[in-house]
């Protein structure tokens, strides 16, 4: 069964930094590139960052450039999403995608930035 | 960057009723578009890819079309099971993505 399992949301002050996995089985991790997707509260979907299947090209978002950083380990089917400078609008649920296995979601990780 | 402009925002319809979504595109991007159902607090399904085709497991009663700059989603009988919110999302313009702003389709 496709699988992918969001974890490292939390609540976290103004500024503080956090770290977000994303964890994949039932398909070839490696031969994806991969998508971080955020929703924040009562707001649409709104796409955050991108990776290549190896790596070795990365993209952002106007909103989360510089301080945001994705990253992924192929050997531990594994998408990371580091983010530093968190502010009160990165307030949302994160999800990742897999680029062209667009039908699959995980439940996704909430990140809550506030004092 | 593409964008997309997604109409209407809301709608209340009737348990029956045929309902019609749109997405526009700022410029062409062929067929790479998807129609995604969301419920609160469960993520995003798939409803449509490539326009028109329609992901397995999903009611025959959904169905997209368009192509370039225009797409349409389409229930052709409102069920109950189907009031949440709609996107669509376009991958044309990889590795960026674009969502309209959602419909929510609501109870008349």
């Known amino acids: 069964e496709v699988q992918l399992v969001e974890s490292g949301g939390g609540l976290v002050q103004p500024g503080g930094s956090l770290r977000l996995s994303c964890s994949a089985s039932?398909?070839?991790?490696?031969?994806?590139?991969m998508h971080w997707v955020r929703q924040a509260p009562g707001k649409g979907l709104e796409y955050v960052s991108a990776?290549?299947?190896?790596?070795?090209?990365?993209y952002y978002a106007d909103s989360v450039k510089g301080r945001f950083t994705i990253s992924r380990d192929n050997s531990k089917n594994t998408l990371y999403l580091q983010m530093s400078s968190l502010r009160a609008e990165d307030t949302a649920v994160y999800y990742c995608?897999?680029?062209?296995?667009?039908?699959?979601w995980g439940k996704g990780t909430t990140v809550t930035v506030s004092s | 960057d593409i964008q997309m402009t997604q109409s209407p925002s809301s709608l209340s319809a009737s348990v029956g009723d045929r309902v019609t979504i749109t997405c526009r595109a700022s410029?062409?991007?062929?067929?790479?578009l998807g129609w995604y159902q969301q419920k609160p607090g469960k993520a995003p399904k798939r409803l449509i890819y490539?326009?028109?085709s329609l992901q397995s497991g999903v009611p025959s009663r959904f169905s997209g079309s368009g192509s370039g700059t225009e797409f349409t989603l389409t229930i052709s009988s409102l069920q109950p099971e189907d009031f949440a919110t709609y996107y669509c999302?376009?991958?044309?313009?990889?590795?960026?993505?674009?969502f309209g702003q959602g419909t929510k389709v609501e109870i008349k």
């Open positions: 995608v897999p680029s062209g296995r667009m039908d699959v």
């Open positions: 039932g398909f070839t991790f490696s031969s994806y590139a």
């Open positions: 410029q062409g991007i062929r067929n790479d």
């Open positions: 490539a326009a028109s």
């Open positions: 999302l376009q991958h044309n313009s990889y590795p960026v993505w674009t």
């Open positions: 990776i290549s299947s190896n790596g070795g090209s990365t």
